[in-house]
Nanobody, 119 residues
């Protein structure tokens, strides 16, 4: 019913930048929140940055380096990543908390996009 598609990952040297994009589509009545999570090999998935009703939350490890944004009235979210470090290497997942046209609310995940930062 809802599709979440990420793009923009890749390989970058330490200190470089990348921009991730996430677009949602489907039977969406309202997006209640969107955000980014990441999972490195052997580690649990962790929050990177979220926007919920205009409130932005960042993981401590990315504050000052990453910026999350979601244009008004657009079912999209972006993650600008600067000063990337090898520790940022992970699969990055987009999450959308959606109220469907049926009235039900669900959390949807994208398929993930790989970000690799070389030292």
């Amino acid at each position: 019913q809802v599709q979440v598609v990420e793009s923009g990952g890749g390989l970058v040297q330490a200190g470089g930048s990348l921009r991730l994009s996430c677009a949602t589509s489907g039977r969406i009545f309202k997006i209640n929140g969107m955000g980014w999570y990441r999972q490195a090999p052997g580690k649990e998935r962790e929050l990177v940055a979220t926007i919920t009703s205009g409130t932005v939350t960042y993981a401590e490890s990315v504050k000052g380096r990453f910026t999350v944004s979601s244009p008004n009235d657009k079912n999209t979210v972006f993650l600008e990543m600067h000063s990337l470090e090898p520790e940022d290497t992970a699969v990055y997942y987009c999450n959308a908390h959606v109220r469907l046209t049926t009235g039900y609310e669900y959390s949807y995940w994208g398929q993930g996009t790989q970000v690799t930062v070389s030292s």
